[in-house]
């Protein structure tokens, strides 16, 4: 039974096109995470939530959006693709907030922007 | 807000030899350090972490990392590398009062038959 599962795992979309991607752990976790991985494979924070509140909100552009409807579920939604987007997507999740502590990665989505 | 370096963005090993990847660190109070292992078209996976205590600890896969204070440094080390090692791997660094994990750049083992 997979940790931290993601779906899509691949998507490919045009430019200007809306798309969500939904992220669910059954690990018990209190604090969820967005992390987007560029083609050079560095990582970069997104968003962190903890029992549904948003608690990290990095310079992202506010194209995309993340919703928490529990504290087992984290999507984030992209409105008005562009070809910059391209990335693989990362959800995690971690025991509690502020504890410093271990992520448990989802297998990543792969967004391709044409 | 704590960073990380890794300074090595690529390393080719032969099989069978060892292995040192560098992490050093910034961060103003205790760290909790971190490596991962990401496989290809796999997420991450945590190899060893450290929190506190022994500075030598002990991680999956014969994997074992230091922490040095002094050199604000985190090295991941392998005495004896597996053609199943080649990977890329992350040093990540957080911190007790928030949850905002920092990554390196990542480094790519590559090993050689």
């Known amino acids: 039974d997979t940790a931290v599962s993601q779906t899509p795992k691949y998507l490919v979309t045009q430019m200007g096109n809306d798309k969500s991607i939904k992220c669910e752990q059954n690990?018990?976790?209190?604090?969820m995470y967005w992390y987007k991985q560029d083609s050079k494979k560095f990582l970069k924070i997104m968003f962190s939530?903890?029992?549904?509140?948003?608690?990290i909100n990095e310079t992202v552009p506010n194209r995309f959006s993340p919703k928490s409807p529990d504290k087992a579920h984290l999507n984030l939604h992209i409105n008005s693709l562009e070809l910059g987007d391209s990335a693989v997507y990362f959800c995690?999740?971690?025991?509690?907030?502020?504890?410093?502590?271990?992520?448990?990665f989802g297998e990543g989505s792969r967004l391709t922007v044409l | 807000a704590q960073s990380v370096t890794q300074p090595d963005i690529h390393i080719t090993v032969s099989e069978g030899a060892s292995l040192e990847l560098r992490c050093n660190y910034s961060?103003?109070?205790?760290?909790?350090l971190f490596w991962y292992v990401q496989s290809p078209g796999q997420g991450l996976q945590l190899l060893l972490k450290?929190?506190?205590?022994?500075?030598l600890v002990q991680g999956i896969k014969g994997f074992e990392a230091e922490f040095k204070r002094s050199q604000s440094s985190f090295n991941l080390r392998k005495p004896s590398v597996h053609w199943s090692d080649a990977a890329e791997y992350f040093c990540?660094?957080?911190?007790?009062?928030?949850?905002?994990?920092?990554f390196g750049a990542g480094t790519r083992l590559t090993v050689k038959p």
């Open positions: 961060y103003g109070a205790t760290p909790y």
């Open positions: 690990l018990g976790h209190d604090t």
């Open positions: 450290y929190f506190s205590g022994d500075t």
């Open positions: 990540a660094v957080g911190a007790l009062n928030n949850n905002d994990m920092r």
């Open positions: 939530y903890n029992n549904k509140e948003l608690i």
């Open positions: 995690a999740s971690s025991q509690r907030a502020g504890a410093g502590g271990e992520l448990f």
